[in-house]
């Protein structure tokens, strides 16, 4: 009896723990890290597609594609990034004792802004203020094993578009402290073929610029545990994600929030989660192919069944398992991306994205016309080209996004693909919720062109883009019938924004980066308002130095 215990017990550790040396220690290279463009240029300048972009990647799953490539007559860019994406996967711990192994490297960060016209937002977004001080501890064990947790002090993100025409990120105000930390910290294990993450950390599946559709970077974190299989030209990952939600009355759009019922409606759960499964496949080295599907299951413990790769989630007709919220209410919600890259030659690559989380078909909407669902559609496309410029690590691409009206919202607030999480309780502050998808969410059209570019020690970037938002917001309005099913993007009186941003970073000495950034917008209809118009200038420098 003892034995049949021993015995699988075994075979996990030798299968999931025990593995030959590798040729570097195992870390995760997370979403934002400047590393992941050093990646991807290499790969695409190289004429071949990208398996998958479906950051944190492990040190192994990136050389598992950059060993592939051909070093031999490449530009002198190309070469400079090949030897900074090794030296940095193949950094070892700076203490090391036996087996076991730490790095630190503080993080001190200054930032000033300011804006001409504090009515509008800053175009600079919050995810790229960085905290005042963040002190990252990673922790590796035998090549196989890793795990990190930052400490930070940072501001609240809820107060970074205040009516303040300056901003900063020091902490001047206790009360406007982020007391949540740490926003990164996870354990993780992986081999040549296999990694597994669990912790908190940031997601993102996809090529697109500005944010992905089904899973982007939108939130601050995501509590996950994530498996991935991989081969230089297949990928399997499955993803849970637990992801609470409360409904207070301004989580609704006015006149959708719930009456009172016998029983009460539920308005809070812990028990959310979305199951998602990924397949990746790459052809020919020059057409890569991403299918996700996914299922956000409102409120019920973690199930099994999701917990099948094989399955299909759509299959199981879930929401008829669990009560309804309210009459039409489902609490289920399901969706679907497919994501294509294309290396046409020549550097240049073509992209898209497209999703799905409700669609009506011409069938259902000829009988049924008033017992319609609205679509929940989104389609994402691209085109860039990465190549050598004098030396420089070149990028320029163009992008265009459209979301429908109730993209990412359902017939009840748990089912529908939006994030929240609780600030810090040194006063009294309103949740903070965000989209699990695209970061203007639904009911936009988006048109970006932009370019990149990077020499050490100068990096410039540059984007020109045109905003068209309709009148939804990430407050639940979700409604059936002919009505909804008839509205398109953008809805009501649109608000147009015109912008320009530019950024210019300088790394002064190895461990000191400073970085100035400048920005135009001008907007049409603020606020969804007829005829109005506001134009606003931006600027900021910040200084970060790694110790």
Partial sequence: MRCTKIVPALLLTLLFVYQPAFSVPLRMIGVGDPILEDYTFLIRSSEESVLSVTPPFTSEEMLVQVRNLSTANRSPAWRDTYARLMQTLSANPILKDGAFGITVHPELAVEGRWRSNSNLDWIREEKQNSALLTFPLEFFFANSLYARGDLIIRNDPSFYNDDKPYGTNLPLDVQKLDANMPLKAFISAGGPWWSFQLGRDRLSFGNGRGGNLAI???????????????????????????????????????????????????????????????????????????????????????????????????????????????????????????????????????????????????????????????????????????????????????????????????????????????????????????????????????LTLGSKMFKSPISLSWALSYLDRGEHTIQWDWKKGSAAVQERTPSGTAEQNWSIATELGWQVIKPLRLTFFGALQWVQNVAHQSGTTAFSTEFAVSAHYIF
Wanted: with cysteine.
């Fill in 216 to 446: 982007s970077d939108t939130p601050d974190y995501y509590d996950f545990a994530r498996l991935s299989l991989f081969s230089p030209n297949f990928k399997y990952s499955l993803l849970v994600t637990q992801l609470p939600l409360e409904t207070p009355s301004y989580f609704y759009s006015e006149g959708f929030q719930p009456s009172q019922t016998d029983p009460p409606l539920l308005k809070d759960t812990t028990q959310r989660y979305l199951y998602m499964h990924r397949w990746d496949l790459r052809l020919w080295k020059k057409l890569s192919i991403g299918v996700s599907e996914g299922v956000m299951v409102g409120n019920s413990p973690l199930e099994l069944r999701f917990l099948n790769p094989l399955t299909v989630y759509h299959s199981f007709f879930s929401w008829n398992d669990y009560p309804r919220w309210g009459t039409d209410g489902d609490m289920t919600g399901s969706i679907v991306s497919l994501d294509v890259e294309w290396a046409m030659g020549g550097g240049i690559s073509l992209y898209g994205q497209a999703v799905m989380n409700q669609f009506a078909t011409p069938y259902e909407l000829e009988h049924w016309p008033d017992d319609n669902s609205p679509n929940g559609l989104g389609w994402l496309g691209g085109v860039e080209y990465n190549s050598d410029i004098a030396g420089w690590r070149s990028l320029f691409y163009f992008e265009a996004v459209y979301t429908d009206p109730y993209l990412y919202v359902l017939s009840s607030p748990f089912a529908s693909f939006i994030w929240m999480r609780r600030l810090s309780e040194l006063k009294s502050k309103q949740l903070r919720y965000t989209w699990i998808g695209y970061p203007e969410g639904r009911d936009c059209i988006e």
